[in-house]
């Protein structure tokens, strides 16, 4: 997957990078979170990455989506809503900790 910035605004209010992108999929393949944080972890992107939003593009092999860059997972946790964290693959410590 090949992932194209179409945009990037500094947000300094919650200390965090909003990212506007286009990936390149393989022909019939559906946008996926995982598959995109693993390529903008080897494009070597630093910081906690959350996938916010991913929709396919019809009749194109693309998608588009937003991602937020934030410094490190605990001022992603403070921000973001629970779906969003879950999506991603963030677990809450309180969860962990009621079902052991």
Do not use: C, Q
């Not at 092999?61 to 963030?90: D, F, Q, S």
Request: zero cysteines; glycine letters at 8%; aromatic letters at 8%.
């Amino acid at each position: 997957m090949e992932i194209k910035i179409d945009s990037k605004v500094d947000d300094k209010y919650f200390d965090r990078e909003i990212i506007n992108f286009t990936a390149k999929l393989k022909s019939g393949e559906p946008a996926k979170i995982d598959e995109t944080k693993k390529a903008w972890e080897d494009e070597g992107k630093n910081g906690f990455l959350v996938i916010y939003t991913i929709k396919s593009t019809y009749g194109k092999n693309e998608a588009k989506g937003v991602a937020h860059v934030y410094k490190n997972e605990e001022m992603a946790k403070k921000i973001l809503p629970k779906y969003i964290l879950e999506k991603n693959g963030v677990k809450d410590g309180k969860e962990e900790a009621e079902k052991k």
